[in-house]
């Protein structure tokens, strides 16, 4: 059994109330994929964007996927931790349960997000 590593890098770009403008963000994550277990991190990076952190965010996600007669279990904790301005910060964690069973798909979870004042505010 080897471990099947891989890469995902992916952009987003917009527009909204506290942007002052267009924003430009890049993210960059790796997975690593080892028998029924999987490990996902990552970062994000403002490229273009009115908020002063160049590294914004930071994702970190496991999984452990489980086989029954005709239907697999997916089991997933993930963390992220952003900083959306120099004076905000965003933490989310949860967990997601998800079935696959022939063509139907399901997914159930629940997630803490919180956003919070910084240190420097």
């Known amino acids: 059994m080897f471990a ?6 992916f ?5 909204n109330n506290v942007s002052d403008g267009l924003f430009v963000r890049s993210a960059l ?10 490990f996902d ?14 590294l914004s965010g930071y994702l970190l996600s496991a999984s452990r996927t489980l086989q029954t007669k005709g239907s697999t279990f997916e ?6 931790w952003t900083r959306n301005s120099e004076f905000l910060r965003e933490t989310n964690w949860g967990v997601l349960a998800n079935m696959r ?19 420097q505010a």
């Open 4 to 9: 099947q590593p891989g890469l995902t890098v």
């Open 11 to 15: 952009a987003d770009l917009g527009e």
């Open 29 to 38: 994550l790796g997975h690593l994929r080892f028998g029924k277990n999987s």
């Open 41 to 54: 991190t990552g970062f994000e990076t403002n490229l273009k964007s009115d908020n002063n952190p160049f």
């Open 75 to 80: 089991i997933r904790g993930f963390g992220t």
């Open 101 to 119: 069973h022939k063509r139907f798909e399901m997914a159930l979870g629940t997630n803490f997000r919180t956003y919070a004042f910084r240190e």
